[in-house]
């Protein structure tokens, strides 16, 4: 099907985003995130893919060879390492919003700020 | 706003942002129909000018070398910023784990568990020293690399060795060590400006057969560097947050 990896992209796009609205831990919301992220992935993939073409690795393969487009898949790999970092700073967030506020529950920390 | 609210405002959104993504779909090319032309243009020219046979190893380390920099040093910041965020605040001090509820016994890690992390540590270790030093051939690099030498060591905690993972990745050498996988990045490409080259030009010789581990001059240099910045990153930012859980405590709550 032509337009499958299209539709997962949306999916997972969408069930990212509402659980980001809907959460009540900030733990889980920042999951959700990387759920929204990963959907980048599979986009990048996707409009990088040449049907019947190999991965742009041509160890004992002749250097002519069709090949998918190896500059989303190292922009796919810059994603990667960027939604580590900012996954790691969010809990680090998410530590010290604990700390403070004794909750981990979105809703209940915007009343504390009001 | 009540959660209601927001999940009407929330599906207005969601509708607004489907019909731009329909949009957007209905202009795109379709699967399988890339038409080019840079990915298949560096797919020609990439192993003939670079000696790499791993295309998106050259991309990443060569012909965006420079975005690269940059991508690598936001990890370095990040491993920074989660240091700062989780610094000793005012009231907070370190106290050796012990266990919460004195009278009762906190199971020992299982054997098996002990046993399988022990076991895993050195074939993991050399399978993360494989991949950041193989940028050049296959699909690895220094980012694949460095993480999986970061999981080595935190093998050792699951293993249930608290003191041996601080023993064995002390605050201040994984700092040290992560300052000089992120400035060797930055001196390759220096090196090159003092040359009288631009920077990140790929100074070193290429080697004679494409993809070996010699071959592709800066490339797998600059890969090295990037798996020990990125397996300190990763040590430095799993030890700040097991540090607030097991020793880091607030005077009175």
Same mark, same amino acid.
């Given at each position: 099907?032509?337009?499958?990896?299209?539709?997962?992209?949306a999916? %997972?796009?969408?069930?990212?985003?509402?659980? %980001?609205?809907?959460?009540?831990?900030l733990?889980? *919301?920042?999951?959700?995130? %990387?759920?929204?992220q990963?959907?980048?992935?599979?986009?990048?993939?996707?409009?990088?893919?040449?049907?019947?073409?190999?991965?742009?690795?041509?160890? $004992?393969?002749?250097?002519?060879?069709?090949?998918? $487009?190896?500059v989303?898949?190292?922009?796919?790999?810059? $994603?990667?390492?960027?939604?580590?970092?900012?996954?790691?700073?969010?809990?680090?967030?998410?530590?010290?919003?604990?700390?403070?506020?004794?909750?981990? $529950?979105?809703?209940?920390?915007? *009343?504390?700020?009001? | 706003?009540?959660?209601?609210?927001? !999940?009407?405002?929330?599906? @207005?959104?969601?509708?607004?942002?489907?019909?731009?993504?329909?949009?957007?779909?209905?202009?795109?090319?379709?699967?399988?129909?890339?038409p080019?032309?840079?990915?298949?243009?560096?797919? &020609? #020219? @990439?192993?003939? &000018?670079?000696?790499?046979?791993?295309?998106?190893?050259?991309?990443?380390?060569?012909?965006?070398?420079?975005?690269?920099?940059?991508?690598?040093?936001?990890?370095?910041?990040?491993?920074?910023?989660?240091?700062?965020?989780?610094?000793?605040? =005012?009231?907070? =001090?370190?106290r050796?784990?012990?266990?919460?509820?004195?009278?009762? =016994?906190?199971?020992?890690?299982?054997?098996?568990?002990?046993?399988?992390? !022990?076991?895993?540590?050195?074939?993991?270790?050399?399978?993360?020293w494989?991949?950041?030093?193989?940028?050049?051939?296959?699909?690895?690099?220094?980012? &694949?690399?460095?993480?999986?030498?970061? /999981?080595?060591?935190?093998?050792?905690?699951? +293993?249930?060795?608290?003191?041996?993972?601080?023993?064995?990745?002390?605050?201040? #050498? /994984?700092?040290?060590?992560?300052?000089?996988?992120?400035?060797?990045? @930055?001196?390759i490409?220096?090196?090159?400006?003092?040359?009288?080259?631009?920077?990140?030009?790929?100074?070193?010789?290429?080697?004679?057969?494409?993809g070996?581990?010699?071959?592709?001059? /800066?490339?797998?240099?600059?890969?090295?560097?990037?798996?020990?910045?990125? @397996? +300190?990153?990763? #040590?430095?930012?799993?030890?700040?947050?097991?540090?607030? /859980?097991?020793?880091?405590?607030?005077?009175?709550?």
């Open positions: 099907m032509q337009v499958f990896p299209f539709v997962v992209v999916w %997972i796009l969408g069930v990212g985003l509402y659980g %980001i609205v809907t959460s009540r831990h733990v889980h *919301q920042i999951i959700c995130l %990387i759920v929204v990963s959907s980048t992935y599979v986009l990048l993939l996707g409009v990088g893919y040449v049907t019947g073409a190999i991965a742009p690795y041509f160890f $004992d393969v002749p250097v002519h060879t069709p090949a998918v $487009d190896p989303v898949q190292a922009l796919a790999l810059t $994603d990667v390492v960027v939604e580590a970092a900012v996954t790691a700073l969010l809990l680090a967030f998410a530590v010290q919003a604990h700390k403070r506020f004794g909750t981990l $529950d979105p809703q209940e920390l915007v *009343q504390l700020r009001g | 706003m009540t959660p209601r609210q927001r !999940l009407w405002a929330f599906l @207005a959104g969601m509708a607004g942002l489907a019909a731009f993504y329909l949009w957007g779909l209905a202009g795109l090319p379709g699967l399988g129909n890339y080019g032309p840079y990915g298949f243009i560096i797919n &020609q #020219i @990439a192993v003939r &000018q670079t000696n790499a046979t791993g295309v998106v190893s050259a991309v990443n380390f060569e012909y965006r070398g420079f975005d690269t920099v940059g991508e690598e040093f936001i990890l370095f910041v990040a491993a920074t910023g989660v240091a700062t965020v989780l610094r000793h605040l =005012r009231g907070e =001090r370190d050796p784990p012990r266990d919460e509820a004195a009278d009762r =016994r906190v199971p020992d890690t299982s054997e098996a568990v002990r046993m399988t992390a !022990l076991i895993l540590t050195g074939p993991i270790l050399l399978m993360g494989y991949l950041a030093s193989h940028a050049q051939t296959s699909p690895s690099g220094g980012f &694949q690399g460095g993480v999986v030498l970061a /999981t080595g060591f935190i093998l050792v905690y699951l +293993a249930g060795l608290f003191l041996a993972f601080e023993r064995i990745s002390p605050v201040d #050498i /994984t700092d040290a060590v992560e300052a000089v996988g992120a400035g060797g990045f @930055a001196a490409g220096i090196s090159a400006v003092v040359m009288g080259l631009a920077f990140l030009t790929n100074f070193l010789p290429l080697g004679i057969t494409p070996a581990v010699s071959s592709s001059g /800066t490339i797998a240099l600059i890969s090295f560097f990037v798996g020990v910045e990125v @397996a +300190a990153a990763f #040590i430095l930012i799993v030890s700040e947050l097991l540090d607030q /859980t097991l020793l880091i405590r607030q005077e009175s709550r």
